[in-house]
């Protein structure tokens, strides 16, 4: 292939890019060697001018500033990247974050009232604010001038198949998400926002010490980017991969002091980590406490006061985790009882849960059943709920289309909150399921494989090579193959809970090779009933076999005592 030999690199890896739909020279280019000077100017949003030229005054009156965040990862972390930015530039700010129970998402009118009391002339909002404007309005009526940057969708109303977008009357709107705004790369997080903001008025106003400022906010951006499951394209893959390269060097107190914690190595830190250890530590206070206390953390000085933080909050997030696996067994129950495994759109009402834990549950639903879920709690003041959907269902348009039922609610395509009265939420389950355009082909989980080879085919090297694919995350997985036919001869059971294996196996060039398998062993023994006969599942592991079957694999390096070897992962079977 062309692209091989253009950029040395192996026609496999070649063909993964092409199949992640790049398919323009100057894309591959980008994809595997983008820098931040490929990243686009932060003059191409609507209103950045007003933005900054109104922001930049306010700092010169020594005009008091308010940032007001949200209380999950991209919520706090464009928190302080915009104070941050904003106090490098001179400015008087100070950052207020919604409490999730008593205040709920984004602005609310005791927000307002509170910066009305505090002398506050200029309210930023980040990660919100794009659907606050009632909210807006008041504080505009008392005097305060008001600045959005938002990413989630902007509101709109349709009539006769023709849509309106209801904008709030703020200042200045930084959203990608508007029809006018000419920003090339729609799908970035709040906390990117937020950077490019301080970016252009850094830019404007000649802040020499740009550079350093830069590499510390965008650590946040990167953070923010994969905990609120951006896809890691465009845009995103480079500020996350570069945003990692700083990470593992950081001299942020509190983002090394939660790396220790966890047992994290900096220097081995990837977006995994991100995703799935970092973020859902920051998360846990704003679910079971208060997110101001993840923003402290951030904020820490010493590494001393550091450290007490994010042990307090590693500490928050293993209870989460408990209260998290109790939750979706309710959860399950629930879809027992009223009869909804089948439905298109589920609906799970469960009172007695911590309202902050709705929107994990519905997305261990949602992963389940591959359903868009719904999940609702009682709240202080009526109930209050979190969705997460499949691709195929855009689940904000679908909720507008039934908005009447909702106290307030907002969100994108794939995940959603609101609040609502108790009584609508069977109304809320009917309706939706009766607009509900998807299909069963819509329900049917997708593997999507992006080379057929054979294990014999790989080798370290390509293993290597593949590292200049990452960072891995939604929108960039790690690459997949597959292969058919390998005879499974014999398994055996590892680890303390003997809850993963390995597999000894023959392909179908007559070549041995072994493959681990980190999934539920006991669906895989259901499998191998069901294909080859009962007890063939138990079979495996006590005597040689014959099981002819496909698989789908990754590659992966194994370090033992030393020595590094060759590792192929099975993923999916069939």
């Not at 400015?91 to 984004?106: E, L, S, W």
């Not at 499951?229 to 990692?244: A, K, P, Q, T």
């Not at 949602?366 to 269902?393: D, Q």
């Not at 909150?417 to 069977?426: A, P, R, T």
Request: hydrophobic share 40%; glycine share 8%.
């Amino acid at each position: 292939m062309e692209w091989s030999e253009k950029f040395s690199i192996s026609p496999v890896l070649a063909r993964i890019i092409r199949n992640r739909d790049i398919t323009e020279a100057a894309k591959v280019k980008e994809y595997l060697y983008g820098t931040l000077r490929d990243c686009y100017s932060p003059w191409l949003f609507s209103d950045m001018d007003k933005a900054v030229e109104l922001i930049l005054a306010h700092i010169e009156n020594d005009s008091l500033i308010r940032v007001i965040g949200d209380y999950d990862v991209d919520g706090i972390c464009s928190s302080y990247i915009l104070t941050k930015g904003l106090k490098c530039l001179g400015a008087k700010a100070d950052t207020a974050i919604p409490h999730r129970i008593r205040d709920g998402y984004g602005l609310n009118d005791q927000l307002i009232e509170a910066a009305r009391a505090d002398n506050i002339r200029l309210i930023i909002t980040c990660d919100n604010g794009i659907a606050a404007g009632p909210q807006i309005k008041l504080a505009r009526d008392y005097g305060m001038a008001v600045v959005v940057t938002d990413h989630h969708e902007v509101p709109f109303t349709e009539e006769a198949g023709n849509r309106r977008e209801i904008l709030p009357d703020a200042d200045a709107v930084i959203d990608s998400k508007q029809e006018r705004c000419s920003y090339p790369y729609k799908n970035i997080c709040g906390a990117v926002v937020a950077l490019k903001l301080v970016q252009a008025l850094a830019e404007k106003s000649g802040y020499k010490q740009w550079e350093e400022l830069g590499n510390e906010l965008l650590q946040f951006a990167a953070l923010a980017t994969v905990c609120d499951v951006m896809e890691l394209r465009d845009e995103n893959r480079i500020l996350v991969r570069e945003g990692l390269m700083r990470l593992r060097k950081t001299q942020v107190p509190g983002l090394r002091a939660i790396m220790e914690v966890n047992g994290i190595e900096p220097e081995k830190l990837s977006a995994y980590h991100l995703g799935f250890v970092i973020g859902p530590c920051l998360n846990a206070t704003g679910r079971l406490d208060t997110a101001v206390r993840s923003l402290e953390l951030l904020e820490c000085g010493t590494r001393q006061e550091a450290m007490k933080l994010a042990g307090e909050l590693k500490e928050l997030n293993d209870s989460r985790k408990n209260m998290t696996i109790k939750g979706v067994e309710l959860a399950e129950e629930y879809l027992l009882q009223e009869d909804q495994a089948k439905d298109k759109i589920m609906v799970i009402y469960l009172p007695q849960v911590h309202e902050s834990l709705a929107g994990i549950i519905a997305g261990r639903i949602r992963e389940k059943y591959n359903r868009p879920a719904f999940v609702l709690t009682k709240g202080e003041e009526g109930v209050k709920g979190s969705g997460r959907s499949i691709e195929a269902y855009h689940m904000y348009e679908a909720m507008t289309k039934v908005g009447y039922l909702f106290t307030k609610y907002g969100g994108h395509k794939l995940a959603a909150g609101l609040s609502m009265e108790e009584k609508n939420i069977d109304k809320l389950h009917r309706q939706l399921n009766e607009n509900c355009q998807l299909t069963d082909e819509d329900f049917i989980r997708k593997i999507h494989i992006d080379v057929p080879m054979p294990l014999s085919y790989a080798d370290k090297g390509l293993t290597k090579e593949l590292e200049k694919l990452e960072p891995f995350g939604v929108g960039n997985p790690k690459p997949l193959f597959a292969q058919k036919n390998l005879c499974f001869i014999r398994g055996w059971k590892m680890g303390a809970r003997q809850n993963c294996a390995r597999f000894r196996v023959m392909t179908p060039e007559k070549e041995e090779k072994e493959l681990i398998y980190f999934g539920e062993l006991e669906k895989f023994s259901e499998f191998l009933d069901e294909k080859f006969g009962m007890g063939s599942g138990d079979l495996l592991y006590e005597k040689t076999c014959g099981f002819n079957i496909s698989v789908t694999y990754q590659l992966g390096l194994n370090f033992y005592r030393g020595k590094e070897s060759l590792q192929f992962i099975m993923q999916n079977y069939c």
